[in-house]
């Protein structure tokens, strides 16, 4: 895999398919939607959908064009423990969004924010991922950002909408937005002053300045904020294939092949464990 290719999406593009993690399960009464998990054991198929361009969770390997990635090979594995065949498609994130409610697809890669509009319309998995936010800043001097009201007066590079360019807003940073732009030159804009920051998702920009060690940016180890955590989405109300995927999730937590799996796709970081540390959380205003 060329990594320097991949994790673009990762870093910036990715924000805009990878949304912070819901709460607790929201349930009403729709017994009559546990049907749908023995449809899936009688045709011995649980149909998912993906993204195929989030690096590292969900992608096409450059040498095989094979489907693979953190979340493709976990649903695989829940597939290999509920015997079943996974039939992945790949779409955007409204695409999955109505594809579960319609049928058309019974599990999605896809977690939905627990404050936004969709939080009690699905069922979610248990997690299998932990991370937070931090911020990509110069290597000499941290870009002049030592605390979050540092960022008022400081340039914020980064996608349109996203919830990190809306803290950098809040916090009074001018906001440069960029469009198809490589992560090299995200990344050397911050060295060479043209920005100032990149926040993100504090894995994401680990393993992209790990592809860019000759760039003179590091991430600002005293700013880690919002935690978060990502599962699986189902329809609501399929609470029987949630239980069953949970039972897989438990399992493969037990017997460490999430860290495993972890560890292949995260360059060596076991994102499936939750850090023992104070993180600060800031309400996105929207």
Request: with cysteine; hydrophobic share 35%; aromatic share 10%.
């Amino acid at each position: 895999m060329n990594n320097k290719g991949k994790v673009i999406t990762t870093i910036i593009l990715g924000s805009a398919l990878f949304l912070t993690a819901c709460g607790n399960n929201s349930k009403e009464d729709t017994s009559s939607e546990d049907n749908a998990w023995n449809d899936i054991q009688e045709a011995g198929v649980l149909r998912a959908a993906t993204s195929g361009t989030y690096y590292p969770n969900s992608y096409h390997d450059e040498e095989t064009n094979e489907l693979t990635g953190f979340e493709v090979e976990i649903l695989r594995e829940i597939g290999e423990r509920l015997d079943l065949e996974v039939e992945f498609t790949e779409m955007g994130v409204d695409g999955m969004l109505t594809s579960l409610n319609s049928e058309q697809q019974d599990i999605a890669a896809l977690s939905i924010s627990h404050a936004g509009e969709n939080a009690d319309k699905f069922n979610y998995s248990i997690p299998y991922k932990y991370t937070y936010m931090s911020m990509i800043v110069r290597e000499e001097d941290n870009s002049g950002i030592e605390t979050m009201e540092d960022l008022d007066g400081k340039k914020a590079a980064g996608a349109a909408t996203t919830s990190y360019m809306k803290i950098a807003e809040q916090y009074g940073a001018e906001l440069v937005i960029y469009d198809n732009a490589t992560n090299d030159q995200y990344l050397w804009d911050v060295a060479n002053g043209r920005t100032d920051v990149i926040i993100n998702d504090y894995y994401g920009q680990t393993m992209a300045l790990k592809a860019f060690p000759e760039i003179p940016v590091k991430i600002q180890e005293d700013l880690f904020f919002n935690p978060s955590y990502t599962n699986v989405s189902m329809k609501l109300g399929n609470d029987q294939l949630t239980e069953a995927v949970d039972g897989a999730l438990e399992d493969m937590h037990s017997d460490g092949t999430l860290s495993e799996l972890s560890k292949e796709y995260f360059y060596g970081e076991d994102v499936t464990k939750e850090k023992d540390m104070d993180i600060m959380t800031i309400e996105i205003e929207e």
